[in-house]
């Protein structure tokens, strides 16, 4: 018998995360003796936390783990709940800016399937009307220091899905600054959208990789406020006018994601990567 622990999607609930485990599990289901089990408490960073899935063989107690929680060096801490002994493998790509520990990378996706379909309807990199760089997002940590600065566009106000989704693709180029765990849901939403992605330089890995300079446009790190906005004007300033690379850059960002970071493209991933035997 497998256990698997999920939170499911509630009636109208477009959380990716939760789609996503919900058609995994009736991949599971179809195809081994399952029980479902929603999570008795919320607790991030545990077993119960509604960023990650548990599959388990009650007989062998060995598991995986399915994540994209922010901060997954918690899921080798006993503290949090986690048997580490019987763990067999980790699937995650939400740790790069700390993967000192095991783990095999997966995907990431957009943090509504709202986007998904909004996607459908992206407006063309040739006839996308803008070209000046603006940011979105919750200013903290780097963020409130860069918008100090007071020498970039930098925004806060609560947007709908749709009315984010189409700032988004009426963009040729799209900020992205680290999230906790480096990779962010920004990303997979500006590549859903055909803009250009431009980002830190990834560290994460991919089961499929994520490559600079061919799916999105990577620029150097610095804790420096200053220097970092340097950098990102200095890289804006290089690419902006740069119609074959951005248009290269933008039809490839959106192949990677219909590929990688879709809901379905998601579980296909994990379907191919994960192999029941080793908890057998």
């Known amino acids: ?162 009315e984010y989704f189409t700032e988004l693709t009426n963009n040729k180029i799209c900020l992205s600054l680290n999230g906790a765990a480096e990779i962010c849901n920004r990303d997979l939403e500006i590549m859903a959208a055909g803009s250009v992605l431009l980002r830190p330089l990834l560290k994460q890995k991919f089961h499929n990789e994520l490559i600079p300079n061919v799916h999105y446009i990577p620029f150097d790190n610095s804790d420096d406020a200053v220097e970092q906005m340097r950098i990102i004007k200095d890289k804006h300033n290089q690419i902006k006018n740069d119609d074959t690379l951005l248009r290269k850059i933008s039809t490839n960002g959106h192949e990677w994601y219909l590929k990688n970071g879709t809901v379905q493209a998601n579980v296909d991933i994990l379907k191919s990567i994960l192999n029941m035997n080793l908890i057998m």
């Open 1 to 162: 018998m497998i256990e698997v622990i999920y939170q499911t999607p509630g009636e109208n609930v477009t959380w990716s995360t939760t789609n996503m485990y919900h058609k995994f599990y009736s991949y599971l289901n179809e195809n081994y003796e399952c029980v479902h089990k929603e999570p008795t408490c919320i607790g991030y960073g545990s077993p119960n936390s509604p960023h990650i899935m548990t599959i388990k063989n009650i007989e062998t107690n060995k598991y995986f783990v399915v994540s994209y929680w922010d901060h997954n060096r918690d899921v080798y801490n006993p503290a949090y709940g986690w048997d580490v002994d019987n763990m067999v493998e980790l699937f995650t790509s939400t740790s790069g800016m700390h993967c000192d520990f095991k783990f095999t990378p997966f995907s990431y996706m957009a943090y509504s399937t709202e986007y998904e379909q909004y996607s459908k309807n992206m407006v063309p990199y040739n006839e996308k009307p803008n070209n000046e760089l603006t940011f979105r997002g919750y200013l903290h940590g780097m963020r409130n220091q860069l918008n100090a600065l007071n020498e970039l566009p930098m925004q806060s106000d609560k947007l709908s899905p749709f």
